[in-house]
Antibody
Framework: EVQLVESGGGLVQPGGSLRLSCAAS????????MTWVRQAPGKGLEWVAN????????SFADSVRGRFTISRDNANNALYLQMNSLRAEDSAVYYC????????????WGQGTLVTVSS | QTVVTQEPSLTVSPGGTVTLTCASSTGAVTSAYYPSWFQQKPGQAPRALIYATSNKHSWTPARFSGSLLGDKAALTLSPVQPEDEADYYC???????????FGGGTKLTVL
């Protein structure tokens, strides 16, 4: 059974940094693209970033490019999202998601971790 | 900036049929956009339903189907069950710096 468990969320001041983690199990982590998706309180889903199986290719949403970095550790089945220069509008639940086969995005989801950016 | 548009809300009666659509600001949605659909119930993480226009995951109930309808992607539920009341999101692929964009979501009420 695929399991994705996010951690690292919390309260951070505007301009601050936070690193989210996603622990993966139940599948061969190194075989799949991985993605971060976020959802602001009461709002819709927003695709944030994804990373190729070997970490050689990464894409970002326009809203976070240059501030967020995505990375992975295939040896430890972990996905990360480094968030810098945080803004109030980055406040959201952040979900980790596993892709399926080619062009099958977000096939399985974690339960999310809440990030609040506020002074 | 690319915008993906869905109906904000729809209401359907139990046992009925409803179609949700997904449009792109760039023009007609085709299979090359690899449309996918997700269901989200209150307090829960989203769940994938449909990928690559019309393919179902192993866990997707048979009453859900995906298609292209005119210049949009579509998700049809028939017959609708009370437990289908949820938010539904489409996701489209774009060949560019930001490869995936979610629609704004449709709140489906079963009444």
């Amino acid at each position: 059974e695929v399991q994705l468990v996010e951690s690292g969320g919390g309260l951070v001041q505007p301009g601050g940094s936070l690193r989210l983690s996603c622990a993966a199990s139940g599948f061969t982590f190194s075989n799949y693209w991985m993605t971060w998706v976020r959802q602001a309180p009461g709002k819709g889903l927003e695709w944030v970033a994804n990373i190729k199986q070997d970490g050689s290719f990464k894409s970002f949403a326009d809203s976070v490019r240059g501030r967020f970095t995505i990375s992975r550790d295939n040896a430890n089945n972990a996905l990360y999202l480094q968030m810098n220069s945080l803004r109030a509008e980055d406040s959201a639940v952040y979900y980790c998601a596993k892709a399926g086969s080619s062009y099958v995005e977000c096939e399985s989801w974690g339960q999310g971790t809440l990030v609040t950016v506020s002074s | 900036q690319t915008v993906v548009t869905q109906e904000p809300s729809l209401t359907v009666s139990p046992g009925g049929t409803v179609t949700l659509t997904c449009a792109s600001s760039t023009g007609a949605v085709t299979s090359a956009y690899y449309p996918s659909w997700f269901q989200q119930k209150p307090g829960q993480a989203p769940r994938a339903l449909i990928y690559a226009t019309s393919n179902k995951h192993s866990w997707t109930p048979a009453r859900f189907s995906g298609s292209l309808l005119g210049d949009k992607a579509a998700l049809t539920l028939s017959p609708v069950q009370p437990e289908d009341e949820a938010d539904y999101y489409c996701l489209l692929y774009y060949d560019g710096p930001q490869p995936w964009v979610f629609g704004g979501g449709t709140k489906l009420t079963v009444l």
